[in-house]
């Protein structure tokens, strides 16, 4: 079976620009989650979706938001770049959102902001 | 505040030494988990410990979950080369759906 699979790899923006970031789950996997990781820093947390809810926020400002399809696959929107919205975008994706929470992360995409 | 502290933050040893990476928290964890990340690439999970004084074991890897569940340790016998890369240590707590992640160890083992 594919794992999950991020769109695009690498993309390049410029400040004010809007992105839009894509993710499939691994197949039967019911829960998407989306992470921001900076350079030589842990993932830090952006949302979590579960059968097309979200059902959790990180502290990231309302420019970010995301949805899940009915297919489980999500797309994450970024409104009104700034620079320092350039880092590794990481989706993950789960069977359940219950105890021994285990995820399983794409490859990420990579985001630069000019 | 960093919910997880790990430590060290980075580590640089010759190839055939042990090594210790440590997870430390003050907050109970319903399971821990361990990620080795390349980089340029996503988290690779490398085990899940739910049990409080749990031990397992990969290859030359052991990974031990605290009796309380507040921390945890991961254990590299005989490093490689092939070892190296950013550790990161994630739980999870009932009460939340989300990950909490430590800012991870990066390893550099040098042949």
């Known amino acids: 079976d594919a794992g999950v699979t991020q769109s695009p790899t690498h993309l390049i923006k410029t400040r004010g620009q809007h992105v839009t970031l894509r993710c499939s789950p691994i197949s039967g996997h019911k829960s998407v989650s989306w992470y921001q990781q900076v350079l030589g820093q842990g993932p830090q947390f952006i949302f979590q979706?579960?059968?097309?809810?979200?059902?959790g926020r990180g502290n990231f400002p309302d420019r970010f938001s995301a949805r899940q399809f009915p297919n489980y696959s999500s797309e994450l929107n970024v409104n009104a770049l700034l620079l320092g919205d350039s880092a590794l975008y990481l989706c993950?994706?789960?069977?359940?959102?219950?105890?021994?929470?285990?995820?399983?992360f794409g490859p990420g995409t990579r985001l630069t902001v000019l | 505040t960093q919910l997880l502290e790990q430590s060290p933050q980075f580590l640089s040893i010759q190839e055939g030494e042990n090594l210790t990476v440590y997870c430390n928290s003050s907050s109970v964890f319903s399971s821990l988990q361990w990620y080795r990340q390349e980089p340029g690439e996503g988290p690779v999970l490398l085990v899940t410990v739910v049990t409080g004084g749990e031990v397992k074991k990969l290859k030359r890897l052991t990974f031990q979950f605290g009796d309380a569940r507040k921390d945890s340790s991961l254990h590299i016998t005989a490093a490689q080369p092939g070892d190296t890369g950013l550790y990161l240590c994630a739980g999870s707590m009932d009460s939340n759906y989300q990950l909490i992640w430590g800012a991870g160890t990066k390893l550099i083992i040098k042949p």
């Open positions: 979706y579960y059968e097309k809810e979200e059902r």
């Open positions: 993950a994706s789960s069977r359940t959102a219950g105890l021994a929470f285990v995820q399983f």
